[in-house]
Nanobody, 121 residues
Framework: QVQLVESGGGLVQPGGSLRLSCAAS????????MGWFRQPPGKQRELVAI???????NYADSVKGRFTISRDNTRNTVYLQMNSLNSDDTAVYYC???????????????WGQGTQVTVSS
């Protein structure tokens, strides 16, 4: 069974930083894209950042210049370094990965359980 496990969320003051991690566990799969979505209270889930298998990142306009996404393919892990956090960044952050099982031709989307990020003074 493939699982995505997030860590690094918590409470931070405005202007502070957090680093989120998401590791894909299991055997017999390969990963294409990975990334992060978030869902603020009372709002829809939105894309934060994605990163391709070769390391090419894309960011939502709201986080450009503040967040940095990276990945370690040897560990099947994606990271999100979040700097200059403000109250609008408060949300549950969900890790996602596009992956397929070996010997399969179909790619599927997997989601983590989410980690809470709260930015408050």
């Amino acid at each position: 069974q493939v699982q995505l496990v997030e860590s690094g969320g918590g409470l931070v003051q405005p202007g502070g930083s957090l680093r989120l991690s998401c590791a894909a566990s299991g055997n017999g799969f390969s990963i294409n894209g990975m990334g992060w979505f978030r869902q603020p209270p009372g709002k829809q889930r939105e894309l934060v950042a994605i990163i391709s298998s070769d390391g090419t990142p894309n960011y939502a306009d709201s986080v450009k210049g503040r967040f940095t996404i990276s990945r370690d393919n040897t560990r099947n892990t994606v990271y999100l370094q979040m700097n200059s956090l403000n109250s609008d960044d408060t949300a549950v952050y969900y890790c996602y990965a596009r992956l397929r099982r070996y010997l399969s031709t179909q790619w599927s989307t997997y989601w983590g359980q989410g980690t809470q990020v709260t930015v408050s003074s």
